[in-house]
């Protein structure tokens, strides 16, 4: 499938996909939705405390290093693991312009060994932070109370509606601790029925720039 490199409103860029006219990221900032979703309304829960998490969707690896970063900033343990089933090829990584817009320079070995080390393999690149990343189908994860933290990041119900199933989300249930949350851009009313079903509580959020809200769902 085609994918073009283009530039959300916030200045910072993301991978388009013309087919299904769907995007990695909002177009009205990739950056801002990943701090508004995954950092103040997840991350930000775990505050002062170690976390492990779970991405649905490495993809770009935005989502990664801001969480890396955080990490840095805060001395913060984080074991973070990526799920990707279609990797970003080395080209396009060197086309994503995270770390000026972050203003991260000192970090851009950081976010491009994101890229480049291993998978199924854990990568230690700092004192605080391990990634781990797995090239897996979201259907294949079978962790059983692992993770504080999801990051649910995959692509949007209306052109992968069985990513967002009660049979994925149970999997994602399960790989939980118990009052372990689960964040994500969505705010669908079948997403909602899907994750209630499993047994998660959620909250609707305000939403990221350009969306009116979002949903938080808590293992209990």
Request: hydrophobic content about 35%.
């Amino acid at each position: 499938m085609k994918r073009e490199i283009i530039q959300t409103s916030d200045g910072s860029t993301t991978i388009h996909l013309p087919e299904w006219n769907e995007s990695y990221h909002s177009k009205h900032g990739a950056i801002q939705e990943a701090k508004h979703v995954f950092i103040k309304n997840g991350l930000s829960l775990f505050e002062g405390k170690p976390v492990s998490i779970l991405e649905i969707g490495f993809g770009t690896g935005l989502n990664a290093f801001i969480t890396y970063i955080e990490s840095q900033k805060h001395q913060q343990s984080i074991n973070y693991v990526g799920i990707e089933a279609y990797p970003i090829s080395s080209e396009e990584v060197l086309k994503m312009n995270y770390v000026s817009e972050l203003n991260a320079e000192p970090e851009r070995a950081v976010f491009e060994l994101m890229h480049h080390c291993d998978w199924e393999k854990e990568t230690r690149l700092s004192g605080y932070y391990h990634l781990t990343k797995r090239k897996q189908f979201f259907d294949a994860i079978s962790d059983e109370k692992c993770f504080d933290l999801i990051y649910f990041d995959a692509f949007g119900y209306r052109v992968q509606p069985e990513l967002w199933s009660t049979e994925i989300f149970k999997k994602m249930y399960d790989s939980l601790k118990n009052k372990g949350v689960l964040v994500t851009y969505a705010a669908r009313g079948v997403v909602k029925r899907s994750l209630q079903e499993v047994g998660f509580t959620v909250e609707k959020l305000e939403g990221p720039p350009g969306k009116r809200e979002m949903f938080r769902a808590t293992k209990q």
